[in-house]
């Protein structure tokens, strides 16, 4: 099984944070988190490691989709 690392926490925290609509509270590492665990499913499915920031919390009003940097997945221990 793969994983999304620490460093990629930091990453998608900061992806989302700049995709919110002004107004929209920013997330904070446990959120990333959560947007983490939802690329982690996306990848036990056989796709890539994606999540999604729905399209009202976005500052374009569509949905925005995002693929973790491979460079932030690795293989969970056994």
Request: proline share 4%; glycine share 6%; net charge negative.
């Given at each position: ?25 920013e ?51 056994s």
């Amino acid at each position: 099984m793969k994983n999304v690392n620490m460093q990629g926490c930091h990453w998608i925290m900061n992806c989302v944070n700049q995709a919110l609509a002004e107004g929209h509270e920013e997330i904070d590492l446990n959120g990333a988190m959560a947007y983490a665990r939802d690329a982690e499913y996306q990848m036990s499915l056989g796709n890539p490691p994606c999540f999604e920031v729905t399209s009202s919390r976005t500052s374009t009003g569509h949905v925005k989709e995002f693929e973790v940097p491979e460079e932030y997945i690795e293989e969970a221990a056994s």
